[in-house]
Structure formats: structure tokens, C-alpha cells
């Protein structure tokens, strides 16, 4: 009886303590409309995406739907390629796609329209997801496909009917976000009857992009093709054909490959892919060292594993409806940046050499622009080690480019130089000034000054000159400016911290450069030329690349002063001016004519844009001028109305995990609205119950009480016992643990936090 | 007093002991003609080659004659780059071509018809060579650019006229055997005003192949620009420009970059170029660790030391035309293999990857079918550590080939499957019996084995099968057979040594397949088709690429059994139809019209080819038939007709040394007819005394007495005071230390060596 005892205490334990929260997770949240998601799967943040791809245009031939390679109503599915992006609203990847196939063996893909080519169709019913798993159904071969994965290795089970004519298709031409003259060069070995190496080089949205495999069947290959369906260039004396037959080494642009086997009723034929940045040598050390068998439901339930322990860093209280978006948004979350560094520490850095990662993990995949606003920050609290390693790779960078800038859109060893802004610089200070350990502070704040300085970035010298980035010399310059503003306050506040007041005194008046774009006439903040005139004509609705904001207008971008609201409030003329037209951005609507330039704005409430981060922050500001009841309101509005469980439920692209780390703040009731200022402004909270379990094994606590539907509300708060007379709560206060209580209810508080004594004024340090 | 007597011995002493060999050096012997040298500056077994390029045509409109960039009546240089073959027959390299001009920008290399571009015209009085050190005055800008270099790193010295506008161009597009698409990436990165990095990958006669540079001014560079002359692909977010100005990252398929500065009258700018295999890190760690400083003359100088340590291990005692073909034939003869292994002893493999040579120099450049047969017995003697290295270098290829197969023609990574055989085993079983050390024998004669019986390679399944290499299945069938044969031979012996009984029975039965293509009615051997019918039509004197031969004809490969010469001559019906068959192959004409597809066949005496690769051996094999005077009669002749000082001086492409090997064991009265075998047969010394300095401390002497132009049969000969019974000698003589005296005279001695009891049987063991 005393074991059996035993036994039951022991089950009891674990309902009690570790229930499966990755139950929660739907993976197809977002893979639909236009978060561009994906459904593949990965561990967090694992190197290898693998997954399916459904349709796969040429990137100027409307791509944009489809930067995940994936679609949620598309029919068929292409193949099975390594490598993707989550939520991306441009795009590259797509590598070493495969598929499995029985009968004639077909090379190219395809097209949806004619059911040819190695494509198969597939039906919604046969599709299944969840974390680190995904499975289909390949209706044209009778074929289930299912995938797991480790970091940096993709295990696939395939299930075959019966057939002589059994094939995995190896297309090293297909990609997302193609176009003729993409593939730079590519290579395939065929090492024995289960091993297979090689790699591809591509011109995307990177430059010189190296990416290496490793591939093992479970059972041998008993026949192989490898294909180069070029013909124009000099083949030498080795390799001549284009089509050879178990010949183990072809090369070219456009190569494909073959391998055949025979199969039984059901058979499963697992193949294991690792990728690498390095060379062959690495990604097969990476498959050896992270899978050393053929335990397919092993992998999977360890992949399993490691979501549930992310996510019990934070158990919630909710509806199953509110778990799922929120559990999803934090799995979302953890898919950027993601791991760089092979198992032995090496990585191909972006001066293209090969780097080891001494005493940190090297992390790839920055879209800073986006993340810095609010998924950084929730590294900060729940995942410090890794930010600090974020930091390191950030770093690493820096001092390899050969501009000796921090990374703006980095990834695989590449600068895409995308969007605008210096934001590593706001991720640094920002983990800096919270206190987190692990990286160079001293060379951090080098490489901080060497960016903000560097001339021939966006408009920098002009800036430096001028105190703006006029219009006639580099373009969007109200969106640079503002922003520029912002990363020098982040710079001032890491400096002024360390005791470096040289460095503070020239940034922190760099980071009032913002009044200098405020057009006091309009009330916008608008884009000036060298000469100090405006740029003309000026529509504050019509946003157009190389207009003079980035993905936005004059309405969705004239809020952009995160680091010192107030002077903001002051320049629209007080408080209620600045509600006042703060409430128009909610309710102004335009026609979509104004926008059809940007594909990016979307998620729109009048002219505020969910879908694109200059938002996020926006419906937070009444709290700054003493009205926030309608943050609360707006809050709601939006977390109500462009969140949901569906493969739509993302309102614009997911961005790397910036829009699920907005909605998993302000869920919880707060937001950082600045980066770098220690404080989270308080909204208003989605879930009734949240605990975050620290790594310093503290337990941050948040309760609604009487939240529902209606009662959006905040009547009043406590934190930890007390009234909390402001409407934030800081840093340490979540680190040191504690409790914040909301009492909610159906009508506003108009009178709570309104004391604007209590409103953080973080330029005044 | 007393320290001025020190000061004169030294002096003395250095006079006696060390005279300046370098000084009977001409790089420019083989630059003219067919001989295909570059006379760059170069140290022994460099890894860099850096020299001028006077013609780069597209690879197939004639570029045979410029196969190292060069030809000595030549009235252009084009530019200066860094790598170069020495004496190929098919050709690559030619990479970071730079060039000083001044005045107006040029970034085309231009038309020699129309004096455009950035070619300058030069005048063969104003061009000097040294081993170590070119110069050469660049008339259209009067500029003079000298060059040295250290084994990894290139160092230019420029000597421009007063000048606002000097510039120094560099052209990643230049390449030699150049065509449209052969650039497949290229980048380079301006690091500071001093310094610049860069790579690029080509698909040449390498598939695939990576090669990076480091350059460091010793003056700032005002100025510069960087060009991508193509405009067809997508260039992201980043780089846009086709011209970027002071903008230090350039990537593309055409990339050009000018860099400026002004200059004062006859002021220099040192430049310095390193390469690497590895990276751009690789790159500046060779340049940094090889040349601290700016002192050009202190690098030339160390430059010729290396070439007088080298020249050293060689005394002779000639004419001083015969000094110079002799000195030059050794200088040429450590042109290649080269260092492959950056300082720190990494290198990229071919298998792409990155590798450490731990405990050897990495080498690479391995033109085989040429160099197995006198070149690398050659080392043997001379250089048996750098042999071993090389050997090591080939286990190193072997292990990372897809393959498994060692190399064939390999360079920079690649295996370009060039000529045929697999003769990096005569390499290796040649050195093993020889007793050289270093390398691990057992992982060789694996390494061995698995080449020898790979299905995939030139028709090795059927040869397996059949015992030859059936026509209608590979082409070149008879001389692959021959050819494999032999290999097969030397894998035997190095088996029977190692005790392997099995591999040795199971390789000498393979050694003696080559009576499987004997055709008794017609006296050659000939190809023959699966079926053992004969390849018809059959003509002795026709040669062509996929013929019966490989560069060759009937009449010049019908002597390859090096490994039993007895049982050949028996084939032909004994010595006397064997003898006559030989005369007739010295006296047998032909319409150019037989050999118009096969430019390699050069340097004709008859059907004797000196100028390629297969007549090597012949004219020592009247030896084997008890007529040593006519061996005496023909290599006097080939020598003396067929080696000049000259820039025409060589009678056929050097390839890699193998043409000097020839010369260097001829002229000294010996030769290694059958690497493996440990005997060199004596033909008749052109020098008058040799002393071989080796390794072990102990000296070899050769002195042929009373020899001169016309004295050039051998009347007797001793060793070591006995009086030689045999016409051969044997490598432990050599390597023992000793004396070889040969007794010349006009008249043949026909009764010497006659004893055919005292030829060696090679096959007997």
C-alpha cells in the first residue's frame, strides 16, 4: 500500500503543478489574413523552422501574403522547407524545401491551378498543429507528413502506402520570396545511402546569404538523382551532366535531386535535417548531437517539453477562449530572435567569417524596429539570459560589420538594413538600466555612440548637423528623426547611469531633436528640408514609402515621443488638446487610397494601426494627460476587436513576436510605452489572473477582480497591500515579486490617476 | 687589427660558402611560347603569386597561350594579380587584379588595339624579374610597380608621378580563362582608410571555389568608390547603388572599386595583399603575422634567402646557360604544389568546409598526372618533409571528398577531375617505400584502395570487370587502362611492404592488366570495347580529345608499362623489334593536321613529345632493352635541343614543375622512369658536377668528366670508387650519400650495360 501511496502523490503532484498548458497553443493563430505566421514546427527559439510551404510567388508578384510561405486557406501544400519567419512583413527563406512523393517523379513544384508538379493537395480536416508538431496529410500520394524538431535539427516521419515507386524530392531552387537569379549557388553531396550534405547561397532581402545542410534517412536510398536544370555555364572537366544518376556531387543554381526508394503498406520513412551557418560539417554535427536515434514521438514530446517550460513561467486565469490567444501569443513570442550558434558555438558572423560564440549563445533574427518596443522589454522580465545573449550577439555584430553599426534587420550573418532607427540601442539600454548582467556594459555603450554617429546611415550626418534629417536629403525624415530622438534618449539614460556625462550631455539634447520636425501650424510632426521649409504638399493621411513617415502617416506617427511625453503634450498645446485629438486618431477614417503604398498599416481603428508598430503605444498616452480611463477604453477596444483564436486572429503581421508580446503586456494590465524608463503604464487587464514565475524565483502576481466583458474599468489598484496611487507599476517592482490587484468594473474611474504629479517625466534625468 | 681580420673571414667565408645562386634564376624562362610561367613574384611553395597579366581573353577564344596570364612579347600589362598557375594547360586564378593609374578613372581593362582602359603599355627593357621581385614600368602612367611577396602575402610598391588623381583600381571581374558568369559573388569592404577586405567565388575549372583577400595602403586613401556593374537583381534595402562613393560594402557579380589620393613627385605607396581559403580573417591575420611593417627591400631580401636557402641544397658546376635552364628548372620545380593552410593552419577543404591542419602545411595545387612522374620523386630526395606534407594534404582531400577518391587535379578546394588516372597513389607509394616518414601509411593505403576501386570513377567498374577500360563505355580507354595499371602497381608494392598480402595479389594481377589492350597485329596498344572487339577506326598518329588516347596518339602512348618494361618489350616481340619500334617513334613525321585537337602535344622530335606528359619516360627505356647509348643519343638531344634560357626556353607547358623535374634529374644523368620502383635509370649528364645537399646532412655527387657538347656518351661509371654494373642507381644510394662518376666520350659505348640480368624487373617482386 505505501508505494502505491507513493505513486498517487506523486500523480496528484504533477496535475497539480505542471497541468499541460501547451494544450492552449494553436499554432495556426495568425497563419491566416496577415499575421504571417507559420504553422511549422519548433522549439523556442529554435534555429529550424521546418515547415509547410503552400504557395510560393515571385516576391514582386504579390508575396506579401505569403512571407511564411504558408497560407491557412491555401489547398495545397509545395513542400517542406527548413527555414521561415514569423510574422514577417517581407521575407526570404524557405530552404532546402522537401517532399515526399510516390509515383512519376516530378522536379518542379507546379501550378495550383493545373494540380501538376510534386505538389499535393490537402484538406483543413487532415492538418494538425501544435507545439513543436505539425502534421498533414498529403492527399495526392496518400502521404502523412509529420514534422518535430530540435534547436537546430527538423525531424520528419514520413507514413508511405505501398510503392516501387517511392521518392523525397530535394528542390534547392525553391524559396520564399523568390525570383529568377535568387539562388546564387548551390551544392549537393551524397555522402552513403542515408546521408546527404549540402548548401545554398541566395541573394534576398540578405546579400550574401550561406546556409548549410545535413540530411539522414532511416532507411537507405536506393537510387538518387541529382539534377542542375542550368546549362549555360562552364561545367569543367568533372561534372557534366545535367541530369546524374547516383552520382554524388552536383552543383549549379538551379539543383534538385531525387532520392528513391521502395515501400510496404504504411511505411514510415523518418528524415532528419540539421541546418548550420558555418558548413556541412556543422549542420551534421548538430543533427548527431541533437538526435542520435529514430524516436520520432521522443523529439516531439521533448519539444513538447521545453514549450511547457517556457510557458510555465506564466500561469493565467482566463477564459480557454483568452488562454489560447495569449498562450499562442507568448508561443509567438519566443520564435525571435532565434538561435544562431551551432551545438560547438560557431557561427558565420556578418563579415562573413566563421566566429565562435565564446561563453554566449548566438542569436540571429533582429527586427528591432518592431521588438524593441515591447518584446525586448518582456525578455527583460522573463527571459534575461537570453536578452543578455541577444545583447552579445547584437554586439558581436556590431564589431564585425563593416560599418560598425548595431543591428537594425539582421539575420543570418546578413544586414538587410530594413526599416529605420538605431533600436539596438534602446534593447541594450533598456536590459542595462533593469540590470541585467552578462554583457560589456563599457563596449556596449561604445558601440551605442559609434551607431548613433555614424554618418552614412539614414541621414545621420544631416541630423547631427541640423538637429533634424531633412526631407531633400534622406527621405521619411519625420519618422527618423523622431525615432533617432528617442534611441539617443536611450543613450543618454545608459551613459548618465554609468557616469558617463560627456556622452550624456550630447545625447540627452540630441533627444529633444524631435521639436524640430513639430510643425506647430498643423499640429503634426512633419518632414523638413535643409532649408528649414516643410515638405510640400503634406496630407497628414497619405502615407507612401519615401514619404515622410515609414509605414505611416502624420496622424499614426505625429505620437512618437515615447521619452518625453509631456514636452509632447506641451507642444499640442496641454492635456486636453492632446486628448482631444488623440480621440480623433481612434475615430478619423480615410479611404484606403491613402495607404494602398504601405501594405504594412492594417489593424485599423480610424487611424490607429494595430498591424503596424508606430501604434503601440499610441492608446497609452492618455494615461500621460491624465485621462486614463481612456487608455482603459481603448485598450480593451482594441485587444477585444483585433485578437482572436482563428488563423485571422492577427490583425497585421506578427513582426517576430512584437505584436503577441503587445497583447501579452497589455493583457496583463501594463505596457512599456518607453523602453529605457524602467516603467510599464498601466492599461487594462484581459486575463483575471496572471503569475509570472522568475528566473530569481520570485512570483509576480496580477488579479482582476471582477473583470468580464463589460467591466474594462480599473476602479481602483493595489500593489502588494497598497493603494497604488499612479498609473504605472516599475521594473522592480514585478522583479522584487509582489501582487497588483484591479478592481474593475463596467464605468470608468475618472477621477483615478489623474494626479499628472504622478506621471513618469523621463527627461528630466 | 684583430677585428678587421674577423670581419674579413666572415666575409670570405660567406663568399665561399654561400655564393648567389638566385643570380642564374630568369622567371622570364618559360613566359614566351608554350612553357606558360608567370614571372611574378613568388617564394618557394608560395601561396600567393602575385604578377602581371598582359592578356586575359575569354577562356575559349584562344586563351591557351595565356593560361598564366602572361606572354612575354606582350606589349600591355593589364594589371597585377595574385594568383597564378605555373605552367598549366587549362587555366583559372588570375584574382584581385589591382592596378595603379592615374589621371581619369578607368574601371575597364580595355582594348590593346585601342590603348583604353586601365592597361598600360610597357617596354621589355623597362621589365625586370628576380626570384622574389618583379618590376615593371607602366609606360602609360609612368608609374613603376615593383613586387615581392612573403608565402602569403603580395607586396606592391608603387612609384607614381606628382598627381591629384592617382588611383588604384581593383577589378574583381578579372579573371584568367575568363567568361560571362564565371564571377558567381563577389564583395568587398573598405575597414578604415588603410585597409580593405574582400572575396570572391568563381566557377571556373574549380566548380566551386572560395578565395578572400585583406589589403592594407601604406598611405590613407582619400577617397573611393565602389562599383557593382550589374543591375538586374534584387538589391534589398541596403546597398542600391550600382556607385557607391565613400560607402564601404560592395557586393555583386561585377565589382570594381577605384581608391584615391594624391601623391607627390616619384612618391611610393605600399600596398599589401594577402589571401586566404578560409575568410577575410584568415586574410589579415597572414598579412598582419607576415609583413609587420613597410620594408619592401627587407621582404625582397628575405624572399631571395629563401630561394638561395632552397638553390643551396643544389650545387652544380656548369656553363652558365646551362646555370640558368638548371637554377630556373629548380625555381620553376617549387612553383607547386603551394601552401594551401593560412598561418594559423586552417584552410577550406573540398568539401567546403573549414579545416585545421593540425600538425602539417596544408598544400594544394596538385597536377598529378604530371608531377607523379618526376616532380614529387624530386622531393623525395630534395624535399622529402614537404612531401610528406603534401601526402598528407591528399589524405586530408581524400577523407572530405564525396568521393573518397584522392585527388586528380586539385586546386583551391576543388577537385577538377583533369587528366586521368589516380596517381596520387605512385605519390604515396613512392615516398612510403622510399622510407619517407610522416604520414600515417595504413590510413594511406585505405585511402589508396578506396580510389583505386571507386565504380564511379573513369570507367573503374568495367576496368574491374573486364580488365580494361572499355571504349564504348569511357573514352581515353587505352590510356587509362595503361594508366591504372601502373597505379595499380604501385598500390601493390606499397601492400607487399606492409605485409597485405591481399591487397597485393588482388593489385598486381590489376598492375598487369595492360596486355589487355595490347593489339599484337598492330604492335600499339589500342582501346577496345566491351565486347573485346577493337575501337576502329585505328589510326597511330591521330590524337583527340575521347579518342583512344588522352592527349596523346598510338605512337606516343604505346610505352607506358613503366611497371614491367621486360614484359612490354616482350609484347613488341624482344629488344630488337622493341629498339626498333623506339628509333622509329624519334624519326616518324606527321601533318600538324593529326594533333590540331590536342594543343598540349608540343616540343616534337617525330612522334617524341618532350612538350607533354606521356613521351617522359620513353627515351630511357632502350636501357631496358640493352641499348643505354641511344637512351645517352636521345635525351642529349632533347635536352639539348629542346631547353633554352630563353623565354622560349620551354619547349612544352611546364606543368607544375613536372617539364623541370624532367630536366633537373636528366641534366644530372638519372631519371625515375618507375616512381615506386626506387631506381632512376641513367640517361647522360648535362652538368659537369652536382652535389646534392640532403636533409640528413649526408651529400650525393655526380661528375661527369670530359663532358661536353659533343662528349655526351657515357664510355663508364663508378660509385663510390666501383665501377657501375648496371644502368641504373637506387634512391638509398642517393640518399646515403656518395659519388657517381660518369667517363665521357663522342663515340656510344655499346657494350656497356648491356647485361640485361641487370635491369631491374620491377614486376618480379
Redesign the interface.
Known amino acids: 500500500m505505501k508505494s502505491f501511496c507513493l505513486f498517487f502523490l506523486i500523480l496528484l503532484s504533477q496535475n497539480v503543478f505542471s497541468q499541460d498548458l501547451t494544450k492552449h497553443i494553436n499554432p495556426f493563430i495568425g497563419t491566416g489574413g496577415e499575421g504571417h505566421n507559420y504553422p511549422g514546427a519548433t522549439v523556442p527559439f529554435g534555429m529550424i523552422q521546418p515547415g509547410p510551404d503552400t504557395h510560393l510567388p515571385d516576391?514582386n508578384k504579390n508575396a506579401f501574403p505569403w512571407c511564411a510561405g504558408y497560407q491557412y486557406n491555401d489547398s495545397f501544400v509545395i513542400g517542406f522547407s527548413q527555414t521561415h519567419f514569423s510574422g514577417t512583413g517581407h521575407s526570404d527563406m524557405g530552404d532546402f524545401l522537401i517532399m515526399p512523393t510516390v509515383g512519376e517523379v516530378k522536379l518542379n513544384s507546379g501550378d495550383a491551378d493545373y494540380l501538376d508538379g510534386y505538389r499535393s493537395q490537402i484538406s483543413k480536416s487532415e492538418e494538425w498543429a501544435e507545439p513543436g508538431y505539425y502534421g498533414v496529410m498529403l492527399k495526392s500520394y496518400n502521404i502523412k507528413a509529420e514534422i518535430t524538431a530540435t534547436e537546430r535539427t527538423a525531424f520528419y516521419k514520413f507514413s508511405y502506402p505501398q510503392s516501387d515507386n517511392a521518392h523525397l524530392i530535394m528542390d534547392l531552387t525553391s524559396s520564399i520570396y523568390n525570383?529568377e537569379?535568387?539562388i546564387?549557388?548551390s551544392?549537393i553531396?551524397?555522402?552513403d545511402d542515408f546521408t546527404i550534405?549540402g548548401?545554398r547561397?541566395t541573394?534576398?532581402?540578405?546579400?550574401?546569404r550561406k546556409i548549410y545542410f545535413a540530411m539522414k534517412f532511416s532507411k537507405p536510398i536506393e537510387s538518387y538523382t541529382l539534377v542542375d536544370d542550368e546549362d549555360?555555364?562552364?561545367k569543367?572537366?568533372?561534372?557534366k551532366g545535367k541530369v546524374l544518376e547516383?552520382?554524388?556531387?552536383q552543383?549549379g543554381r538551379k539543383v534538385k535531386a531525387h532520392f528513391d526508394f521502395k515501400t510496404g503498406v504504411g511505411e514510415i520513412v523518418y528524415v532528419k535535417i540539421a541546418i548550420s551557418s558555418?558548413?556541412?560539417?556543422?549542420a551534421l554535427k548538430n543533427l548527431e548531437t541533437e538526435i542520435a536515434d529514430w524516436n520520432f514521438n521522443k523529439v516531439k514530446s521533448d519539444a513538447k517539453s521545453l514549450w511547457q517550460k517556457e510557458l510555465e513561467k506564466i500561469n493565467i486565469e482566463a477564459p480557454e477562449k483568452e488562454k489560447q490567444i495569449f498562450y499562442t501569443s507568448y508561443y509567438h513570442s519566443l520564435l525571435a530572435p532565434i538561435i544562431y550558434s551551432d551545438v560547438d558555438g560557431r557561427y558565420r558572423g556578418v563579415?562573413?567569417?566563421?566566429h565562435n560564440a565564446e561563453g554566449f549563445t548566438n542569436y540571429t533574427i533582429f527586427s528591432l524596429w518592431d521588438t524593441y518596443r515591447a518584446e525586448h522589454p518582456m525578455f527583460t522580465i522573463l527571459q534575461p539570459n537570453r536578452d543578455a545573449d541577444m545583447i552579445n550577439s547584437m554586439l558581436a555584430h556590431q564589431e564585425q560589420s563593416?560599418?560598425k553599426f548595431l543591428p537594425v534587420?539582421s539575420f543570418h550573418g546578413n544586414?538587410?538594413?530594413?526599416m529605420i532607427g538605431y533600436h539596438s540601442v534602446s534593447v541594450i539600454a533598456d536590459a542595462y538600466l533593469k540590470g541585467i548582467k552578462g554583457f560589456d556594459e563599457k563596449k556596449a555603450l561604445d558601440a551605442m555612440i559609434t551607431t548613433a554617429t555614424y554618418e552614412?546611415y539614414g541621414g545621420l550626418k544631416y541630423y547631427m548637423l541640423l538637429g533634424y534629417v531633412p526631407q531633400d536629403k534622406e527621405k521619411e525624415g519625420a519618422s527618423k528623426t523622431l525615432e533617432y530622438a528617442y534611441d539617443d534618449w536611450c543613450i543618454s539614460q545608459m551613459a548618465f547611469k554609468m557616469g558617463n556625462t560627456k556622452t550624456y550631455d550630447e545625447f540627452i539634447k540630441r533627444a529633444g531633436y524631435f521639436r524640430n520636425n513639430w510643425d506647430a501650424g498643423t499640429r503634426f510632426f512633419r518632414a523638413k528640408n535643409t532649408d528649414g521649409s516643410w515638405n510640400e504638399p503634406f496630407d497628414p493621411l497619405f502615407a507612401a514609402y519615401g514619404g515622410d513617415y515609414t509605414e505611416g502617416n502624420g496622424w499614426q506617427y505625429s505620437w512618437y515621443v515615447p521619452q518625453d511625453v509631456r514636452a509632447m503634450i506641451n507642444l499640442y498645446g496641454g492635456n486636453e488638446k492632446f486628448v482631444a485629438k488623440l480621440d480623433s486618431l481612434f475615430i478619423l477614417k480615410t479611404e484606403d487610397e491613402k495607404y494602398k503604398q504601405v501594405e504594412d498599416i492594417a489593424g485599423l481603428i480610424g487611424q490607429y494601426a494595430q498591424g503596424n508598430e508606430p501604434s503601440h503605444h499610441v492608446a497609452y498616452l492618455y494615461n500621460y494627460a491624465g485621462a486614463p480611463w481612456k487608455t482603459q477604453e481603448k485598450i480593451h477596444m482594441v485587444m477585444n476587436n483585433l485578437f482572436d483564436n482563428t488563423p485571422e486572429g492577427m490583425c497585421g503581421n506578427e513582426d517576430c513576436g512584437q505584436m503577441s508580446a503587445w497583447y501579452i503586456f497589455s493583457s496583463m494590465g501594463f505596457y512599456p510605452v518607453c523602453p529605457g524608463s524602467l516603467e510599464y503604464i498601466i492599461g487594462t487587464p484581459k486575463l483575471n489572473k496572471v503569475e509570472l514565475k522568475l528566473d530569481n524565483g520570485k512570483i509576480f502576481r496580477m488579479i482582476a477582480n471582477n473583470l468580464s466583458q463589460e467591466n474594462y474599468y480599473i476602479q481602483s489598484a493595489k500593489l502588494n497591500g497598497k493603494t497604488l496611487e499612479r498609473s504605472y507599476i516599475t521594473h522592480s517592482e514585478i522583479m522584487n515579486g509582489g501582487e497588483l490587484i484591479f478592481e474593475m468594473g463596467a464605468s470608468p474611474n475618472k477621477n483615478l490617476w489623474t494626479d499628472l504629479n504622478q506621471i513618469p517625466y523621463s527627461m528630466t534625468k
Chains 1, 2 share one sequence.
Open positions: 516576391f525570383y537569379g535568387k546564387i549557388w551544392e553531396r551524397v555522402l550534405t548548401y547561397q541573394k534576398g532581402w540578405a546579400a550574401d549555360f555555364y562552364y569543367g572537366f568533372g561534372v547516383n552520382y554524388p556531387f552543383y558555418v558548413g556541412t560539417d556543422g563579415d562573413g567569417n566563421i563593416v560599418h534587420w544586414e538587410t538594413w530594413c552614412k
